[in-house]
């Protein structure tokens, strides 16, 4: 058995050359093949790569899809984020729990089956929803959980599993899921009647240098959250010193709510790797990576057929579409579960090999970014609206959208809503109009832009969604009228908890300690002086943080203060001696007592 | 060519600089102490702690991996920054288990010495009271990851000054660590007391065994002046 591990590991790191900077796909590979990256594993990989076997371990305890532990043959992974709760995840889990034997976290005894819990996957559209090794599992119920345990039961094989494939590209062979794509409304932009490799054809006849000029004159800003005007960070990297440059596609959407790229990913792949090829002409590279999140696994196989068949067609390559010496080719970069990593230099790290730590800036991946050198880094929707910016020119795109704004936007929507779904709208469209695009009723409040956004409530629905006023990545999810808000704001800070990569004190501790709080305050524990800490604390937060993660995961606490303070200030009660009841002497004695192995004489009852 | 000077202010004070430095180098030469913990002389800034965070032309940035440029405006000991870097501080207190006063550390402590400079006598903050394990296994050091406040010096110093990447980082979030590059122990590593590494932890999280409490009370580094004179008596 050791000598075939070692025989494996082996193989596998002689087919990624031996290359430190592709050691993500050595533990990919590895946990795949033996369902665990084991101590034994981590030594003979760092001798196989020549480095420490402390590096492969730092790596391998960073994400959350690789484990030194051996898991089963099978992964349910059942998604616990917010709207999946909302649709009733809790009876899903305990029909898992109950029908395996096992709890979350846990292997079944015959190891065959692992149970757990992962934030979003990107199906909220359709939650309740899990992967089941790299298989997705949408619309679950009990009775459907109980249904695959005892299939699973029978062959262990989750792919005999398969009901019913989803629309459009969901059913190519090479997917086979059943994910629907859930594209509610078509706009101009992502989802229109195009000519296929129109934009790439008409940046081949153009300079570089126009290129830019042009997604630049057409105003463009990145769709990822951040915003970053697209053309002057293109003009960056080309400008920089290098020879060799790269051009990183971010298809790691982890925002809790977002699923728009997915879609892209699916059925607008060619647009996709069209805007990345003209990316890569624009700045002067050659060679391009797809970073695709661990969760969309289901689709690599489909998009590796896709690039390949580019390639065939002269499209990627050698002298792409016969024009010589202009050469460009996209790999693509399986991530392994942390959010982190679609923070454009944690997605760089990952891509090296590294754990998904941020890293320090300056320098800019425009001029430092992957493996040193110059590099853009692109939403997938970014991408996609440069290739129909120049087919259709820049002054077709800002017609679309609003004045700070141009172009449409891609909006997953879910939640208390009758459709959601992926919607294209033009920028500028107010929270009032697209509610009642998605059939959104009584509405309590609104998640603009995920956890790392807004909650916004109904004396907010007359903004706009844009740059200047609501911005978004793309996540919108509706709150009905009987939904706890601040449960949900604890339950978004847990998730930040649980992703932050520790790297920074404020994220890593500031995150945890505001959860704290406000759990102490849902429980009927909190005072008025409660909103100042939480207040104070949140800014120190977001001052203090490195990347963008903390600078903006006290956004669920701080924006409820805002916006929904009544809701705190309803849980403030005096007690009878006209104190908070901030201190729970019982609670506070109940260590005490422990340690002692006696009650205490005082606080009895 | 000669070096390029430039010219900046730090809480209206004017300071020079060279091209090339950060803000914290700058300030260092010109005899201004921003608060700092994971920065060290000989390694490249890590920018974790945080403690140093200045405002520069009003936006936060890290004055340990900033660069100086001519003209800007740095903010660094208004009362609003000082808030937020005790906060840090508290939160680094309360993340792990500091005690001080039976902390062989105690009086060479970094972590302890800002919290004095920064006028904090407890964290406002609730202790969080985490289980943290020991490592004595190695006969000449220990590292007690109840002080380890992640600043990575030891994983810097170990891999760049020393040669050999005794430790790393393992883990994510609250349960990020320090590791060392065996199964499990120290003592199955290649450290040695006279690696680097040994020499540049700021808290008590990597001590040199048989030394304990060798300074008395009186003469360890920050009995007498606070973190930080040193660098104030340039000016």
């Known amino acids: 058995m050791s000598k075939s591990l070692e025989q494996v590991i082996k193989d596998i790191c002689e087919e990624c050359g031996k290359d430190r900077a592709r050691l993500m796909d050595v533990v990919n590979a590895v946990q795949k093949e033996f369902g665990a990256v084991s101590s034994q594993a981590m030594d003979l990989i760092a001798k196989e790569l020549d480095i420490h076997r402390v590096e492969v371990e730092s790596v391998v305890s960073f994400y959350a899809f690789l484990s030194p532990e051996t898991k089963g043959e099978v992964v349910i992974r059942l998604c616990n984020d917010i709207v999946d709760k909302m649709r009733g995840v809790d009876s899903v889990a305990k029909a898992f729990e109950q029908e395996l034997g096992i709890g979350m976290g846990e292997t079944t005894a015959d190891g065959k089956i692992t149970l757990e819990y992962t934030p979003c996957i990107g199906m909220c559209d359709q939650a309740p929803a899990a992967l089941i090794n790299d298989m997705v599992f949408t619309y679950l119920s009990s009775d459907k959980a109980r249904e695959i345990v005892k299939e699973l039961k029978k062959h262990n094989d989750p792919k005999k599993i398969f009901a019913r494939s989803g629309d459009g590209n969901n059913a190519h062979a090479l997917v086979r899921s059943m994910v629907h794509n859930g594209v509610r409304k078509k706009g101009p932009v992502i989802f229109a009647q195009r000519e296929e490799n129109g934009g790439l054809k008409k940046a081949l006849s153009m300079s570089p240098v126009e290129v830019i000029h042009e997604v630049k004159n057409a105003r463009l800003r990145g769709r990822g959250g951040a915003g970053f005007p697209t053309g002057m960070k293109w003009e960056f990297t080309r400008a920089a010193d290098g020879d060799k440059k790269y051009v990183i596609c971010n298809a790691d959407e982890g925002e809790p709510g977002t699923f728009k790229d997915r879609v892209i990913l699916t059925e607008q792949y060619e647009l996709l790797f069209e805007g990345m090829t003209i990316g890569g002409y624009a700045i002067g590279s050659d060679e391009g990576i797809l970073y695709l999140r661990a969760e969309y696994a289901y689709l690599y196989p489909f998009l590796q057929e896709m690039l390949k068949q580019r390639r065939e067609k002269g499209l990627l390559g050698k002298d792409i579409s016969g024009k010589t010496g202009i050469n460009f080719d996209i790999r693509i970069q399986l991530g392994a579960g942390a959010y982190i990593c679609g923070e454009e230099t944690s997605l760089i790290s990952s891509c090296e090999g590294l754990r998904g730590d941020p890293k320090t800036r300056p320098p800019f991946p425009a001029q430092k970014g992957y493996s040193g050198s110059p590099t853009t880094v692109n939403n997938v929707e970014t991408f996609c609206c440069v290739a129909r910016i120049i087919e259709k020119g820049a002054a077709w795109f800002t017609e679309i959208g609003s004045q700070g704004s141009p172009g449409t936007k891609l909006l997953s929507v879910s939640g208390d809503c009758a459709s959601p779904g992926v919607y294209e709208l033009p920028f500028g469209v107010t929270v009032k109009d697209l509610l009642q695009e998605v059939g959104a009723e009584d509405v309590r409040a609104v998640l603009v832009g995920g956890p790392s956004g807004q909650f916004i409530g109904p004396e907010m629905f007359d903004k706009t969604i844009c740059y200047d006023d609501i911005p978004t990545g793309g996540a919108v999810v509706v709150f009905g009228r009987d939904r706890d808000i601040l449960k949900t704001a604890s339950e978004y800070m847990e998730f930040f908890v649980e992703e932050s990569c520790g790297y920074c004190t404020p994220c890593r501790v500031g995150n945890v300690l505001m959860k704290q709080r406000l759990d102490d305050i849902i429980a009927g524990k909190g005072e008025p002086a409660d909103l100042d800490y939480l207040q104070e604390l949140g800014e120190t937060t977001k001052l203090g943080s490195r990347c963008g993660l903390g600078q903006t995961s006290p956004n669920p606490i701080l924006s409820t203060i805002k916006n929904f303070r009544p809701d705190y200030e309803k849980l403030f009660k005096e007690n009878e001696e006209g104190m908070n009841p901030t201190f729970d002497i019982k609670s506070a004695l109940s260590d005490g007592e422990g340690i002692a192995g006696r009650k205490s004489v005082i606080y009895t009852e | ?235």
């Open chain 2, 1 to 235: 060519m000669a070096e390029q000077t430039i010219t900046f202010t730090i809480d209206g004070v004017e300071v020079k600089g060279k091209a090339g430095q950060t803000i914290m180098q700058a300030a260092d030469e010109a005899g201004v102490y921003i608060p700092r913990l994971c920065a060290f002389k000989d390694l490249t800034p890590h920018g974790s702690c945080r403690v140093c965070v200045v405002l520069v032309n009003g936006r936060p940035q890290a004055s340990c991996t900033q660069p100086a440029t001519e003209g800007m405006v740095v903010e660094s000991e208004t009362e609003e920054i000082q808030k937020h870097r005790r906060n840090i501080i508290d939160m680094l207190f309360v993340e792990g288990n500091h005690f001080c006063m039976f902390c062989e550390k105690s009086g060479n402590c970094e972590l302890q010495a800002q919290a004095y400079r920064l006028g904090i006598c407890a964290p406002k903050y609730p202790y969080q009271f985490p289980v943290r394990d020991l490592d004595a296994s190695h006969p000449d050091i220990f590292i007690d990851h109840n002080r380890c406040i992640l600043c990575g010096r030891c994983v810097q110093a170990s891999r760049d000054l020393d040669g050999k990447t005794v430790f790393e980082f393992v883990n994510r979030g609250t349960e990020k660590k320090i590791a060392v590059n065996a199964e499990a122990k120290l003592a199955d590593t290649d450290i040695d007391i006279s690696d680097k590494a040994c020499d540049v932890c700021p808290v008590g999280a990597i001590i040199k065994k048989h030394i304990g409490f060798a300074t008395p009370v009186g003469r360890r580094l920050y009995d007498t002046e606070p973190i930080g004179s040193d660098i104030e008596k340039k000016n």
